[in-house]
């Protein structure tokens, strides 16, 4: 789990219970929902909950680096709760599912001095790209 519930209780965030509603939905592994699919789910579980505090609250998670706001790809972005846990990204160029991945090893050691072109380089963000099982399927 991402255990996003507990580490805004933890940093003493107003949870309204739609504030609530939205981490729930996004609280779990391999999360990466658009904003519109957080919408539905909230909806299904606090109907009067309104596009633009969906929108908002997940403006603020992100801002609050609580929730990790992954490009789309010429798709609609994606949410991530796991932004306290270092992982890369497995995306099928298919349906655009995502899969949390934890590698052995430092991408960070993989740039060779040379190629870091005197950056003091303190993040790497890998995507690993192929097709899921149902869009390989023939």
């Given amino acids: ?47 009067e909950i309104s596009r633009a505090t969906v929108y908002n609250t ?8 609580e929730v990790m706001e992954l490009p789309g790809d010429g798709r609609a972005k994606r949410y991530d709760p796991n932004a306290h846990r270092p992982h890369h990204h497995l995306v099928c160029s298919g349906c655009g599912a995502i899969r949390d991945v934890h590698p052995d090893g430092d991408p960070l050691a993989a740039l060779p001095a040379a190629e870091r072109f ?20 023939p």
Avoid: K
């Fill in 1 to 47: 789990m991402s255990n996003l519930l507990e580490r805004l209780r933890g940093r003493g965030w107003r949870m309204t219970a739609q504030r609530r509603v939205v981490a729930e939905v996004l609280d779990g592994e391999h999360i990466h929902l658009t904003a519109d699919e957080v919408l539905a789910r909230a909806s299904a579980r606090l109907p």
């Fill in 58 to 65: 997940l403006g603020e998670l992100v801002s609050l680096g």
């Fill in 118 to 137: 005197g950056f003091s380089v303190s993040a790497a963000e890998v995507t690993y790209r192929g097709l899921c099982p149902v869009c390989a399927a």
